[in-house]
């Protein structure tokens, strides 16, 4: 009969396709029977974060699946094969519109799969399948290892320099960033920093930057004299009450600037500009600028603060010659506490100019920080003698710490050193020695729950090495803390001879 459709027979091919499919529909209905059952709000701590845990392993999962998916629904769309398209033969304009079609999705996600796609799966040349561009990357996304993010980051941020660069350098640091975005111990992560810890893919972006910078240090940083004539500052008109900033700055003067904010903005600080007095103490060392409102509510965000900060240094430079310090310290807060109350460990301090008590625990956390002098008085309530100032890192120890830690110690942290406080690692109050090898940078928020929150520092020979809570780390093994991105270059063997090796004890 003309016209009749051709009876369709079913092939071995369309018949293990339709059983695939038939799988991953009982998978997810499984799935969706699990979670449909689970009341996220009702569940503890524990189990809150067992959940999380295990609903992004399988994200993961279904992630890679996604990716190499839109990827072949890419490749069999390429508008070279003209009518034999699967995109024209479904009436889509291309590969990316048929995707967004069919998985209901923007084209701008539709693209960043397909982007990442064609670097991590097998490519097609005649009847030959070669391997993907970044295999070890490929094999993490598909194993549920990797997350979508961090293997973006990692594509993203080697494509850069993979024309400039050996493949065996390029492979090196493709699974070195695997690892420290999988927690994967291997060769190239041996004797790192936070080998075997998983880190954020926001970090692992960071990391990447870094190796770009030792495999192609001259393509990572632009031509200097050519930015510097693009680095400029101006003012928009004026409106709605304000002056708009206008411009960009090279690293060099971002980093002059950084310097200046750092010197005033910490991680729980509002900045207090310095009298004329205060500035020659802070000079000499006696006092360090900072936060003294600290248990004062400031509701600014980092962009008003920095505003405020310009304003004070502008003041500060009509007034005076000199410009604020900028090697940044722990807080001065002038705490009053008696000397029997700390020692028995009852009681409370007292802040100048707060009416509130402060905490036992707050003082000796500022004792640890920032030092003590022991005061004597008489009868009358007169002064009878002055100590100097104990437990207190100076300045050329915080140099030094700051040199050798980078910054905030804690795994993961991203504080820099400026915004660091010094944490004696053995309490001044149980005879620890205020000297390098007892300390060592952290944060305010981790030294100020370094005692609660379950992570663990120790010194070995000279280096910090940290120890995360059994949540975030369940093989309770010591790391070897951060150093210095100016150390060695990530997987070296100068950079892996220098670390600690993670012991379990």
């Not at 080697?158 to 695997?178: F, H, M, Q, S």
């Not at 000499?284 to 920095?306: H, M, V």
């Not at 700051?402 to 905030?408: K, L």
Request: include cysteine; hydrophobic fraction near 40%.
């Amino acid at each position: 009969m003309a016209g009749a459709p051709t009876p369709h027979h079913p092939t071995a091919s369309t018949q293990a396709v339709t059983s695939l499919v038939q799988q991953l529909q009982q998978a997810r209905d499984l799935a969706a029977s699990v979670l449909d059952s689970v009341s996220f709000s009702l569940l503890n701590e524990a189990d809150a974060m067992a959940v999380l845990g295990t609903v992004e392993d399988l994200g993961r999962r279904v992630d890679a699946a996604r990716v190499a998916s839109a990827a072949d629904i890419s490749v069999r769309s390429r508008r070279i094969l003209g009518h034999d398209s699967l995109a024209y033969k479904n009436g889509a304009s291309s590969g990316t519109d048929l995707i967004t079609r069919l998985a209901l999705i923007s084209a701008r996600e539709a693209t960043r799969r397909v982007r990442l796609g064609d670097n991590v799966t097998p490519r097609l040349a005649g009847t030959s399948v070669l391997p993907p561009y970044y295999p070890a990357v490929a094999d993490a996304l598909t194993a549920g290892d990797l997350g979508v993010d961090a293997a973006e980051n990692i594509v993203t941020a080697l494509d850069k320099i993979a024309a400039r660069v050996a493949p065996d350098d390029l492979g090196t640091a493709e699974r070195a960033l695997v690892g420290a975005a999988t927690g994967a111990v291997t060769e190239e992560t041996v004797g790192l920093p936070g080998e075997g810890f998983a880190f954020p893919a926001d970090l692992v972006r960071g990391i990447a930057t870094q190796w770009q910078a030792r495999l192609d240090p001259d393509g990572t940083a632009p031509n200097e004299p050519v930015a510097e004539a693009r680095s400029t500052v101006g003012f928009g008109l004026f409106r709605d009450g304000l002056y708009p900033l206008r411009g960009g700055v090279t690293p060099e003067l971002r980093g002059i600037m950084n310097g200046i904010f750092d010197t005033y903005l910490s991680a729980h600080a509002a900045p207090a500009f310095p009298t004329e007095e205060e500035q020659a103490r802070m000079d000499s060392g006696q006092l360090i600028p900072g936060a003294e409102a600290a248990a004062l509510s400031d509701d600014r965000n980092g962009g008003q603060k920095r505003a405020d900060i310009l304003r004070g240094v502008f003041e500060a430079a009509t007034r005076d010659a000199g410009t604020p310090t900028m090697g940044g310290a722990a807080p001065t807060v002038m705490i009053h506490v008696n000397q029997a109350d700390l020692a028995a460990g009852r009681g409370v301090g007292w802040i100048d100019g707060v009416d509130a008590p402060v905490s036992l625990k707050t003082v000796k956390q500022a004792l640890c920080a920032g030092g003590f002098q022991e005061i004597l008085f008489g009868e009358n309530n007169e002064v009878l003698t002055l100590s100097t100032e104990k437990r207190f890192f100076n300045r050329a120890q915080r140099r030094a710490i700051a040199a050798r830690d980078g910054g905030c110690a804690i795994t993961g942290c991203t504080v820099p050193a400026a915004w660091c406080e010094v944490h004696h690692v053995i309490p001044w109050y149980q005879g620890g020695k205020t000297d390098i090898g007892n300390g060592v940078l952290l944060c305010w928020y981790h030294h100020h729950s370094i005692d609660t929150s379950g992570w663990e520092i120790r010194m070995i020979r000279g280096k910090p090495e940290v120890r995360a809570p059994y949540c975030y780390d369940p093989t309770r093994i010591w790391r070897p803390a951060g150093a210095h991105r100016a150390g060695a270059g990530p997987g070296s063997r100068q950079a892996r001879s220098r670390q600690a090796r993670p012991t379990s004890t």
